[in-house]
């Protein structure tokens, strides 16, 4: 069974931090993804990674980067933590066989406020 | 761009009454067509997806889901609900024209009464 773990269930921190929301995924998976959850808005996508060392924006990149050094690895960096970003985050992965037949695999999220 | 519309947010249900959840897309092209499910604190699961041929699918927990081209819809439905099924849903299409991006509806919240 694939398992994509987040690092932390829950985070508080405080405007102006640099925040780090780590994700691992266990089965190789080429695509990795960053998501954050609102009420009444569903997920919308942050970042996205085809491939190690590669990355494309998402729908609402700004206030957020990313990394992804080794393939099992997905890190979304908030530089400068601000009130806007309090949400919950959901990494998610998939493999490259036809990449649109593939389902995404998530995480449990990541419940960040930022105070 | 891809859009997925869930025109309602919280829907109430008794157990063992039928359940249809609405979705609505608007893409130009043929899309691909997904619902997931989010029981509370976990991430989402796949409930089941349309890529193509037969326009009814089948998924897992009893589910199953509609494409009608016509009405730019995939609605979900489930016969007979169970208390279980208490979660949130989420329609989500994309399409190879869009890459390797999935939009998302923003959720239906159903609720079970005894």
């Known amino acids: 069974d694939v398992k994509v773990t987040q690092s932390s269930r829950y985070l508080v921190k405080r405007t102006g931090e640099k925040v780090f929301l780590e994700c691992v995924q266990d089965?190789?998976?080429?695509?990795m993804f960053w998501y954050r959850q609102d009420p009444g808005l569903g997920l919308r996508l942050i970042y996205f990674s085809y491939d190690v060392k590669m990355k494309e924006k998402g729908d609402i990149p700004e206030g957020y980067s990313v990394s992804r050094e080794k393939k099992e690895r997905f890190s979304l960096i908030l530089e400068s933590a601000s009130t806007n970003q309090t949400s919950m985050y959901l990494c998610a992965s998939r493999r490259v066989l036809s990449s649109y037949n593939s389902p995404l695999h998530f995480g449990n999220g990541t419940r960040l406020t930022v105070t | 761009a891809q859009s997925v519309t869930q025109p309602d947010i919280h829907i109430t249900v008794s157990e063992g009454a039928s359940l249809e959840l609405r979705c609505n897309y608007s893409y130009g092209a043929t899309p691909y067509l997904f619902w997931y499910v989010q029981s509370p604190g976990q991430g989402l699961q796949l409930l089941l997806k349309y890529f193509s041929g037969d326009t009814l699918v089948q998924g897992i927990k009893g589910f199953e889901a509609e494409f009608k081209r016509s009405q730019s819809s995939f609605n979900l439905r489930k016969p007979s609900v169970h208390w279980s099924d208490a979660a949130e849903y989420f329609c989500a299409v994309g399409a190879e024209a869009a890459g390797n991006k999935l939009t998302f509806g923003g959720g239906t919240r159903v609720l079970v009464k005894p």
């Open positions: 089965m190789d998976h080429e695509n």
